[in-house]
């Protein structure tokens, strides 16, 4: 069974830093891409960055390029998510999903991002 | 930037009836079109892939068509059960993009 479970996620001030991290299991992590997909409160999905499995390739979401940096750990099977300079804009539960090639298809329970002063 | 308009927004609908939503893509996505269930508080479940494509587990009452730029899922004989807000998503262009959207309530 596919397991997916995030963590990271606090209360940050508006321009600050923070570390989301997603651990996988019941997969064979190196072999998928992974994404990162935010939730603002009752508000839609929004995509927001993906990997290959090699890390070889990434691509963002135009709203947080220059900001955030996904990477992944295969040894640990691992993902994460740097964010800098958040904005209250940034304010979601960040889900980490497995890849269907570049689509999605499991997803983790997310993660509370608070962008508060 | 690909965008997804779902309709209707919202629907209510007694239980075993039928029940169509559909997504309408800015530009030829082919079959890269996914759809998704979302209940209050839970993370999105895959219902159908690649528009049509059935999934592991999911009920045989969720259906879907199309190409292109037309696409709908379909439910047939609606449970209590399947009261969330429903997605679709592309995956052919980047930035992926998501539909906003459709609520379905029991009536």
Redesign the interface.
């Known amino acids: 069974e596919v397991q997916l479970v995030e963590s990271g996620g606090v209360v940050v001030q508006p321009g600050g830093s923070l570390r989301l991290s997603c651990a996988a299991s019941g997969f064979t992590f190196d072999g998928y891409t992974m994404?990162w997909v935010r939730q603002s409160p009752g508000k839609?999905?929004?995509?927001v960055s993906?990997i290959s499995w090699d890390a070889g390739i990434t691509?963002?979401?135009?709203f947080v390029q220059g900001r955030f940096t996904i990477s992944r750990d295969n040894s640990k099977n691992s993902l994460y998510l740097q964010m800098t300079s958040l904005r209250t804009e940034d304010a979601a539960l960040y889900?980490c999903a497995k890849g269907?090639?570049?689509?999605?298809?499991?997803?983790?329970?997310?993660t509370l991002v608070t962008v508060s002063s | 930037e690909i965008v997804l308009t779902q309709s209707p927004d919202f629907l209510s609908v007694a239980p075993n009836e039928k029940v169509v939503v559909t997504c309408r893509a800015s530009q030829s996505i082919g079959s890269s079109l996914h759809w998704y269930q979302q209940k209050p508080d839970q993370a999105p479940k895959l219902l159908i892939k690649f528009a049509s494509q059935s999934i592991s587990g999911v009920p045989s009452r969720f259906g879907g068509s199309g190409s292109e730029t037309d696409f709908t899922l379909t439910i047939n004989s609606l449970k209590a059960e399947d009261a969330a807000t429903y997605y679709c998503h592309q995956s052919i262009i980047l930035p992926l993009t998501f539909g906003g959207g459709t609520k379905v309530e029991i009536k």
């Open positions: 994404h839609g999905l929004e995509w993906l691509y963002y979401a135009d889900y269907l090639g570049f689509a999605i298809d499991d997803w983790g329970q997310g």
